[in-house]
Protein backbone atom coordinates (compact mmCIF):
# COMPACT_ATOMS: atom_id res chain seq x y z
CA UNK A 1 0.00 0.00 0.00
CA UNK A 2 1.06 3.58 -0.51
CA UNK A 3 0.21 7.16 0.26
CA UNK A 4 0.30 7.94 -3.03
CA UNK A 5 -3.06 8.58 -4.68
CA UNK A 6 -2.56 7.54 -8.21
CA UNK A 7 -2.04 3.46 -8.92
CA UNK A 8 0.80 4.27 -11.52
CA UNK A 9 0.19 0.57 -12.63
CA UNK A 10 -3.76 1.27 -13.68
CA UNK A 11 -4.03 2.01 -17.45
CA UNK A 12 -7.08 3.31 -17.03
CA UNK A 13 -6.23 6.44 -15.05
CA UNK A 14 -6.20 9.86 -16.18
CA UNK A 15 -2.45 9.86 -17.93
CA UNK A 16 -1.85 13.20 -17.27
CA UNK A 17 -2.07 12.47 -13.62
CA UNK A 18 -0.07 9.60 -13.64
CA UNK A 19 2.48 11.01 -15.79
CA UNK A 20 5.62 11.00 -13.21
CA UNK A 21 8.25 12.08 -16.60
CA UNK A 22 10.06 15.20 -15.80
CA UNK A 23 9.16 18.55 -17.33
CA UNK A 24 10.59 20.06 -20.47
CA UNK A 25 12.60 22.59 -19.65
CA UNK A 26 12.91 25.64 -21.55
CA UNK A 27 16.54 26.01 -23.34
CA UNK A 28 16.46 29.60 -22.45
CA UNK A 29 16.07 31.29 -19.28
CA UNK A 30 13.01 33.02 -20.44
CA UNK A 31 9.72 33.23 -17.92
CA UNK A 32 6.92 32.52 -20.80
CA UNK A 33 4.10 34.62 -20.86
CA UNK A 34 0.72 33.21 -21.54
CA UNK A 35 -1.38 36.54 -21.59
CA UNK A 36 -4.75 34.81 -21.20
CA UNK A 37 -3.85 32.35 -18.21
CA UNK A 38 -1.56 34.80 -16.66
CA UNK A 39 -2.75 38.21 -16.39
CA UNK A 40 -6.67 38.25 -17.69
CA UNK A 41 -8.06 36.82 -14.63
CA UNK A 42 -7.67 39.98 -12.50
CA UNK A 43 -10.73 41.17 -10.88
CA UNK A 44 -11.39 44.61 -12.75
CA UNK A 45 -11.17 47.55 -10.24
CA UNK A 46 -12.91 50.81 -10.52
CA UNK A 47 -11.86 53.13 -12.70
CA UNK A 48 -12.22 56.60 -11.80
CA UNK A 49 -10.03 58.32 -14.44
CA UNK A 50 -11.66 56.58 -17.61
CA UNK A 51 -7.95 55.56 -18.57
CA UNK A 52 -8.20 51.93 -19.84
CA UNK A 53 -5.04 51.57 -21.44
CA UNK A 54 -5.09 51.99 -25.22
CA UNK A 55 -4.11 49.24 -27.34
CA UNK A 56 -3.09 51.47 -29.93
CA UNK A 57 -1.24 53.66 -28.35
CA UNK A 58 0.72 51.06 -26.24
CA UNK A 59 1.23 49.67 -29.61
CA UNK A 60 2.75 52.75 -31.40
CA UNK A 61 4.50 53.50 -28.62
CA UNK A 62 6.46 49.54 -28.46
CA UNK A 63 7.02 50.31 -32.56
CA UNK A 64 8.92 53.45 -31.53
CA UNK A 65 10.89 52.29 -28.98
CA UNK A 66 11.98 48.32 -29.97
CA UNK A 67 10.27 47.92 -33.63
CA UNK A 68 13.69 46.97 -35.10
CA UNK A 69 15.47 45.60 -31.92
CA UNK A 70 16.38 41.83 -31.00
CA UNK A 71 16.04 40.48 -27.52
CA UNK A 72 14.06 40.65 -24.18
CA UNK A 73 12.08 44.09 -23.06
CA UNK A 74 11.88 44.36 -19.28
CA UNK A 75 9.00 45.70 -18.10
CA UNK A 76 7.71 46.29 -14.41
CA UNK A 77 4.33 46.89 -12.86
CA UNK A 78 4.14 48.55 -9.08
CA UNK A 79 1.47 49.88 -7.24
CA UNK A 80 2.76 53.93 -6.35
CA UNK A 81 2.87 54.94 -2.98
CA UNK A 82 -0.08 56.79 -1.64
CA UNK A 83 -2.33 54.90 -3.08
CA UNK A 84 -3.47 52.80 -0.53
CA UNK A 85 -3.42 49.67 -2.06
CA UNK A 86 -1.19 47.04 -0.97
CA UNK A 87 0.95 45.07 -4.00
CA UNK A 88 3.81 43.67 -4.96
CA UNK A 89 6.45 44.69 -8.31
CA UNK A 90 5.69 42.45 -11.05
CA UNK A 91 8.67 42.10 -13.37
CA UNK A 92 8.28 40.19 -17.10
CA UNK A 93 10.43 39.89 -19.93
CA UNK A 94 8.75 40.00 -23.28
CA UNK A 95 10.56 38.90 -26.20
CA UNK A 96 11.05 41.51 -29.15
CA UNK A 97 9.26 40.19 -31.67
CA UNK A 98 5.73 40.48 -33.74
CA UNK A 99 3.78 39.48 -30.36
CA UNK A 100 5.32 42.05 -28.72
CA UNK A 101 2.41 44.53 -28.96
CA UNK A 102 -0.29 42.24 -27.97
CA UNK A 103 1.16 40.82 -24.90
CA UNK A 104 2.54 44.53 -23.51
CA UNK A 105 -1.24 45.53 -24.00
CA UNK A 106 -2.72 42.33 -22.00
CA UNK A 107 0.38 43.41 -19.06
CA UNK A 108 -1.32 47.00 -19.16
CA UNK A 109 -4.96 46.06 -19.11
CA UNK A 110 -3.92 43.72 -15.98
CA UNK A 111 -2.00 46.30 -14.45
CA UNK A 112 -4.11 49.03 -14.62
CA UNK A 113 -7.01 46.88 -13.10
CA UNK A 114 -4.67 46.08 -10.49
CA UNK A 115 -4.25 50.01 -9.61
CA UNK A 116 -0.75 49.69 -11.03
CA UNK A 117 1.51 51.83 -13.20
CA UNK A 118 3.85 49.88 -15.50
CA UNK A 119 7.43 50.90 -16.02
CA UNK A 120 8.95 49.67 -19.61
CA UNK A 121 13.05 50.01 -19.89
CA UNK A 122 13.60 51.26 -23.55
CA UNK A 123 16.30 48.91 -24.28
CA UNK A 124 16.55 44.81 -24.94
CA UNK A 125 18.57 42.53 -23.20
CA UNK A 126 20.12 38.97 -23.33
CA UNK A 127 18.14 37.42 -20.34
CA UNK A 128 15.29 37.10 -18.08
CA UNK A 129 16.67 39.18 -14.81
CA UNK A 130 18.58 41.59 -16.16
CA UNK A 131 17.50 45.77 -16.38
CA UNK A 132 21.05 47.22 -14.99
CA UNK A 133 22.29 50.17 -17.95
CA UNK A 134 25.35 47.92 -18.43
CA UNK A 135 23.17 45.30 -19.63
CA UNK A 136 21.06 46.54 -22.35
CA UNK A 137 22.23 45.16 -25.58
CA UNK A 138 20.07 47.52 -27.88
CA UNK A 139 18.29 50.71 -27.51
CA UNK A 140 16.55 52.68 -30.93
CA UNK A 141 15.51 55.91 -29.11
CA UNK A 142 16.90 58.16 -27.05
CA UNK A 143 14.50 58.69 -24.11
CA UNK A 144 14.73 61.33 -21.80
CA UNK A 145 12.03 62.02 -18.59
CA UNK A 146 11.16 65.11 -17.92
CA UNK A 147 9.99 65.20 -14.05
CA UNK A 148 10.75 68.13 -12.24
CA UNK A 149 11.31 71.56 -12.82
CA UNK A 150 10.75 73.65 -15.37
CA UNK A 151 9.73 70.97 -17.87
CA UNK A 152 8.56 73.30 -20.96
CA UNK A 153 12.19 75.06 -20.97
CA UNK A 154 13.71 71.88 -20.80
CA UNK A 155 11.24 70.17 -23.21
CA UNK A 156 12.21 73.23 -25.82
CA UNK A 157 16.14 72.72 -25.25
CA UNK A 158 15.92 69.56 -26.13
CA UNK A 159 13.78 70.14 -29.14
CA UNK A 160 16.55 73.36 -30.21
CA UNK A 161 19.44 70.63 -29.96
CA UNK A 162 18.11 67.33 -30.99
CA UNK A 163 15.11 68.19 -32.98
CA UNK A 164 11.11 67.62 -32.64
CA UNK A 165 10.73 64.13 -30.81
CA UNK A 166 8.93 61.37 -32.02
CA UNK A 167 6.44 60.62 -29.52
CA UNK A 168 5.87 62.08 -26.17
CA UNK A 169 4.33 60.40 -23.31
CA UNK A 170 2.92 61.74 -20.57
CA UNK A 171 4.59 59.85 -17.62
CA UNK A 172 1.83 60.99 -14.75
CA UNK A 173 1.74 63.34 -12.41
CA UNK A 174 2.76 67.18 -12.13
CA UNK A 175 5.49 69.37 -11.03
CA UNK A 176 4.97 71.90 -7.92
CA UNK A 177 5.36 74.29 -10.71
CA UNK A 178 2.37 72.61 -12.37
CA UNK A 179 3.79 71.10 -15.51
CA UNK A 180 2.94 67.56 -16.51
CA UNK A 181 5.82 65.48 -16.48
CA UNK A 182 6.83 63.37 -19.45
CA UNK A 183 9.04 61.42 -21.15
CA UNK A 184 10.31 62.53 -24.39
Keep these: MTDDPIDRSDPDQDPALGDVSPLKTPNENIVHFNPWRDFNDAAPIFDGFGDEPDPAQIAQFMQVVFGYCDGLIPVRIFIDKGQGIDGRPHNIW ?91
Excluded at 120 to 147: S, Y
Excluded at 152 to 177: F, I, N, Y
Design 94 to 184: IEANTETQEKMATFAVWASREGAAVYVIPGTVAAAGQAKAAEILQMQAVVVDIDSGDIATKRAHLERHLGQPTMVVESGGVTSEGQRKCHV
